[in-house]
């Protein structure tokens, strides 16, 4: 069976989601506070290569665990309901570029998994 990241369409497809995920979440009171100083082309980048990984597809992320990535934001507030709001966020990204509801959900439990660590706990 293929991979997740080959069943959503592969690099082309995490690109652009990733590209509509960002530009909700900087639309999004609710997050984009935690956004404020960061180098958004920068962060996009990590993002992609992450999800790739996350995803089943090629290697390529050398950025930090999801603790460390997430120890600066944990320490600002970032909580559970924050991490709701992102995979809200991932998920409408997904379905604007009409992508099924079950390789959404599959998405969503990838985002749920990495809950924990996002938070520190």
Known sequence: MSSLYEQLGGNEAVDAAVDIFYRKVLAD???N???????MEGQAAKQKAFLTMAFGGPHNYTGHDMREGHKRLVEQGLNDTHVDVI????GASLQEL???G???AQVAAVAEAARNDVLNR
């Open 29 to 31: 009171d609710r997050v």
């Open 33 to 39: 506070e935690f956004f404020d100083d960061t180098d």
């Open 87 to 90: 995979i809200e966020l991932l």
């Open 98 to 100: 009409n992508v099924p």
């Open 102 to 104: 079950e390789l959404i």
